[in-house]
């Protein structure tokens, strides 16, 4: 990447860590947004099935899965077999793991309360904003992508890095169907995960090198070489 773009990503990750931050706010201190928040989960209310619920379990378990960390460890170590770096896979995965920890005590600061029992279709425990689900979704998918791209053509890192960014959307709007959010809680983690992201844009790591070519062929068919 060149580093003229530096710049750009820095104020992208700041503008989007503010924009996070006016939510924080708000929701620490009166909740502005408290009737919009109503408007969308009642819509959702009105709209729930039987099968929508179990689709957005199965697809909100995933946001928390335990394999999450290890696929980040694993896509790091393929990267350091075909680059030889160990620095993207550690950058993706310390990335990752600041921001959800980092997401964990902005959540024990705001200490927003969450929907109302009556309308939750899960289990769960702790403060409501951010969406602890959507930050570590959107965290997993983007350092998984970053590092798609040093093993992959571009073409299919940019197919692999649509479905990912797909996940992250699902497992976040499975936590408002699931009456355990208010949608400016995953608004805010989306906000908060790409501001965290936007670190591992300014790594300047060497490029995965390309993959070899075949040698010159003589008539006979064998390389040039001897």
Known sequence: MSRSLT??????????????????????FGRPLGGLD?????????????????????????GASPALFPLIAAAGIAVRVRTGSWRPGLTALAVAALGVLARLGLSMLVREPRPAEAFRAVPVGGFSFPSGHTVTSALVAGALAFLVHRLLRPGPARAAAV????????????????????????????????????????????????????????????????
């Open 163 to 226: 479905v990912l960014a797909l996940w992250a959307a699902l497992v976040g709007l499975s936590r408002v169907y699931l009456g355990v959010h208010w949608i400016s809680d995953v608004v805010a983690g989306w906000l908060f995960a790409a501001a965290a992201l936007t670190l591992l844009r300014t790594d300047h790591d060497t490029p995965a090198p390309p993959l070899p070519q075949a040698g010159p062929y003589d008539s006979a068919g064998r390389t040039g070489r001897g």
């Open 38 to 62: 109503r408007a969308v989960l009642g819509t959702v209310l009105d709209h729930r099935t039987g099968t929508g619920l179990r689709l957005a379990r199965i697809v909100t378990d995933t």
């Open 7 to 28: 710049p750009r990503l820095g104020a992208t990750g700041v503008g989007l860590l503010a924009g996070a931050a006016v939510l924080a706010a708000l929701a620490r």
